[in-house]
């Protein structure tokens, strides 16, 4: 899973990390938040197609999935790319898919909006386990990305969906957190609150400094341009048993690319 990909450094970041990555760690199956790829914020249809080309086999996103109109096109006709599943049902697109990876096997992969300081959507945890019992139908490796902004929400998600899900994996902060785990007891759910972002470290979440610093200080309103130097990949691994689904690993990825 790799972490929100910020504009073109971070759409580099994929290009460049994923060869590497699938040959040194024997990776069938990737995903990718893809929500801010296009200049920091939203996806076109071009680079829909570019991240898939690079090896993403589904990309998930978030509460900025529709700062591109064309998006609404890709949602209609391409399954790979999810929107929040607890946006209401008559939102374009979906909020889960069912893939199968280079190794044969089906993965399952959702993605909810947090409520917590965001939109309030409907509730993520009930859609969440709605979907879990209708993947489970065709698969038991199941990963979900919940895309929220408050750890609380995103830890809690992990301990609600435990037992449950091969992986909850949080996004959206764009810091890569220390916690990764697979949760206790015999229940084996791979849990991060959050994989963290691929784009350029030497910024404020991708942004430029020195355009984001003015905001914080004098409460203007400023333009903020994604950043370009210290370009990192940042992600986890997991494996998964793909008969029971249970995690048996997780761990952090950091990949410096320039």
Same mark, same amino acid.
């Given at each position: 899973?790799?972490?929100?990909?910020?504009?073109?450094?971070?759409?580099?970041?994929?290009?460049?990390?994923?060869?590497?990555?699938?040959?040194?760690?024997?990776i069938?199956?990737?995903?990718?938040?893809?929500?801010?790829?296009?200049?920091?914020s939203?996806?076109?249809?071009?680079?829909?197609?570019?991240?898939?080309?690079?090896?993403?086999?589904?990309?998930?996103?978030?509460?900025?999935?529709?700062?591109?109109?064309?998006? &609404?096109?890709?949602?209609? !006709?391409? $399954?790979? *790319?999810?929107? #929040?599943?607890?946006?209401?049902? %008559?939102? @374009?697109?979906?909020?889960?898919?069912?893939?199968?990876?280079?190794?044969?096997?089906?993965?399952?992969?959702?993605? &909810?909006?947090?409520?917590? !300081?965001? $939109?309030? *959507?409907?509730? #993520?945890?009930?859609?969440?386990q %709605?979907? @879990?019992?209708?993947?489970?139908?065709?698969?038991?490796?199941?990963?979900?990305?919940?895309?929220?902004?408050?750890?609380?929400?995103?830890?809690?998600m992990?301990?609600? *969906?435990n037992?449950?899900?091969?992986?909850?994996?949080?996004?959206?902060?764009?810091?890569?957190?220390?916690?990764?785990?697979?949760?206790p007891?015999?229940?084996?759910?791979?849990?991060?609150?959050?994989?963290?972002?691929?784009?350029?470290?030497?910024?404020?979440?991708?942004?430029?400094?020195?355009?984001?610093?003015?905001?914080?200080?004098?409460?203007?309103?400023?333009?903020?341009?994604?950043?370009?130097?210290?370009?990192?990949?940042?992600?986890?691994?997991?494996?998964?048993?793909?008969?029971?689904?249970?995690?048996?690993?997780?761990?952090?990825?950091?990949?410096?690319?320039?």
């Open positions: 899973m790799i972490g929100d990909i910020v504009g073109e450094p971070g759409r580099q970041a994929v290009s460049k990390g994923i060869a590497a990555l699938k040959g040194r760690e024997q069938d199956f990737v995903i990718a938040n893809a929500e801010n790829s296009a200049g920091g939203g996806i076109t249809a071009k680079i829909y197609k570019e991240l898939i080309n690079y090896g993403v086999d589904v990309l998930t996103s978030g509460d900025h999935i529709f700062k591109k109109k064309e998006v &609404v096109e890709i949602l209609k !006709f391409h $399954e790979r *790319l999810i929107r #929040p599943a607890n946006y209401p049902d %008559e939102v @374009v697109g979906s909020g889960y898919v069912v893939v199968k990876a280079l190794s044969g096997e089906k993965v399952g992969v959702i993605n &909810v909006n947090g409520r917590v !300081f965001m $939109e309030p *959507l409907d509730c #993520p945890f009930r859609k969440a %709605e979907l @879990v019992k209708k993947i489970k139908q065709e698969t038991n490796i199941i990963i979900v990305d919940i895309h929220a902004e408050a750890t609380s929400e995103k830890v809690a992990g301990w609600y *969906l037992g449950q899900v091969s992986a909850v994996l949080g996004t959206h902060t764009h810091v890569q957190t220390a916690d990764e785990r697979i949760l007891e015999t229940d084996h759910t791979a849990y991060i609150t959050d994989v963290g972002m691929s784009g350029p470290i030497d910024s404020v979440i991708g942004r430029k400094v020195e355009q984001v610093l003015p905001r914080f200080l004098n409460h203007t309103p400023m333009r903020f341009d994604v950043a370009e130097k210290n370009v990192q990949l940042q992600g986890v691994i997991i494996e998964v048993d793909p008969a029971s689904g249970k995690a048996k690993l997780i761990k952090r990825v950091k990949e410096v690319i320039t």
